[in-house]
């Protein structure tokens, strides 16, 4: 009975053995559906040889070198009046900027210097025979912290806050006739 069994699977691998020694060559009629191997050959290259109307005579390099060289040199000079003109309009810019700059200090200084002025205006026309020394005292010192208020707002440095307070102090006396200590 196990030979029963056995020879079915014996009988099959002996024909797949078979099956696989025996390799099909490359049929003789080509599969329409494959394609054209030949249309994907690269094409075979023909003479590469220049022909006498690609060889330039020596006197023809000479004029085709000199014509490279000009087109260089004009290249150049273009290049070099273009970085000239580039740099002329950044120094243009930059002398701008520093007139731009220049004024808006200028005019933040003549703002102060006329916010002062009102502030000591201001003063003049508050002072009085029949004030007291401290009452004058404290509209001096309300004239220099309007006077400091003034340069912080227009974003001025400690240094220049503090002599726009001095300069505003000093005037703000003498306006209201305080000696300075």
Do not use: H, Y
């Amino acid at each position: 009975m196990t030979a029963k069994l056995l020879l079915p699977f014996a009988l099959i691998s002996a024909l797949a053995l078979a099956a696989c020694e025996e390799r099909a060559g490359a049929p003789d009629v080509p599969n329409p559906d494959a394609g054209d191997p030949e249309a994907f050959a690269e094409p075979a290259e023909e003479n590469e040889e220049p022909t006498s109307e690609e060889v330039m005579s020596p006197a023809e390099l000479q004029q085709r070198r000199e014509e490279i060289e000009q087109d260089a040199q004009q290249t150049f000079e273009t290049i070099m009046e273009d970085t000239e003109q580039a740099g002329d309009n950044l120094m243009q810019l930059g002398d701008d900027a520093m007139n731009a700059l220049s004024e808006g200090i200028t005019s933040t200084t003549n703002a102060l210097e006329v916010q002062i002025d009102a502030l000591v205006a201001s003063a003049a026309e508050l002072r009085d025979e029949n004030m007291t020394k401290s009452q004058k005292l404290e509209i001096v010192a309300n004239v220099r912290n309007a006077a400091e208020q003034a340069a912080r707002a227009l974003g001025q440095s400690e240094a220049e806050i503090t002599a726009a307070g001095d300069n505003a102090e000093e005037r703000a006396r003498e306006v209201l006739g305080v000696q300075t200590p």
